[in-house]
């Protein structure tokens, strides 16, 4: 099994809306939590970081965490045609090192 | 200044070449990661260190070795570079808990 998983995509959603992206995580990961976003060719960038079950909101992202049922989220509203992008989910182990999933890809048509 | 350098920024070489990839940082963190990534797929770590005399395997470190040469320094080495090898390789680091940086990787062609 995976130490983090993501839902399979590609995700497309009309400029405007809001898309949703999903993360489940194995009982090796239990700490910090991290959502980048990579453009095609280039690096990953940090969007958040979310540390605490509950929400953590940042201008059109907010993070979810949910320990009890091991699962992170991010939304992102009014979604522009610039977050075009694949989104990768990481997750701290208890060993230290982060783990990441394989990301979603998402596609804003204007 | 980038925070963390990798060089060089693209390579293209020959199966059986000895190759070295390069990854400075200026961030003055202690831990130093090497992942490669190939199309459609998310990073896969293939060493890190916590410190200068900490070095571990990651999830496929197999036909890879490493040097930890400084705390700002820290090389991925190819013995004998294969086809299969060809990826994209970005060096990250971190402190604590905290985000991982990443460099702006290396395009690696094996022919």
């Known amino acids: 099994q995976k130490e983090v998983e993501q839902n399979s995509g590609p995700l497309s959603v009309p400029e405007g809306a809001i898309a949703s992206l999903n993360c489940t995580y194995s009982?090796?990961?239990?700490?910090?939590f991290f959502w980048y976003r990579q453009y095609s060719g280039k690096s990953p960038e940090l969007i958040m970081s979310i540390y605490s079950n509950g929400d953590k909101e940042d201008g059109r992202f907010t993070a979810q965490l949910n320990k009890a049922s091991q699962y992170v989220s991010l939304l992102i509203r009014d979604s522009q045609p610039s977050d075009s992008a694949t989104y990768l989910c990481?997750?701290?182990?208890?060993?230290?090192?982060?783990?990441f999933g394989d990301g979603t890809t998402l596609t804003v048509k204007p | 200044d980038a925070d963390v350098t990798q060089t060089p920024r693209n390579r293209i070489t020959k199966t059986g070449k000895r190759i070295m990839l390069e990854c400075s940082q200026t961030k003055g963190h202690d831990r130093m990661y090497w992942y490669r990534q190939d199309p459609g797929l998310g990073l896969r770590l293939i060493y890190y260190s916590f410190d200068v005399k900490d070095i571990n395997k990651g999830e496929i470190s197999d036909g890879y070795s490493v040097s930890r040469q400084a705390q700002a320094k820290f090389s991925l080495s190819l013995e004998s570079a294969i086809p299969n090898q060809t990826a994209l390789y970005f060096c990250?680091?971190?402190?604590?808990?905290?985000?991982?940086?990443f460099g702006d990787g290396t395009r690696l062609s094996i022919l």
């Open positions: 990481a997750g701290e182990t208890n060993a230290g090192k982060s783990t």
């Open positions: 990250a680091t971190g402190q604590g808990n905290q985000p991982q940086h």
């Open positions: 009982d090796r990961v239990s700490q910090s």
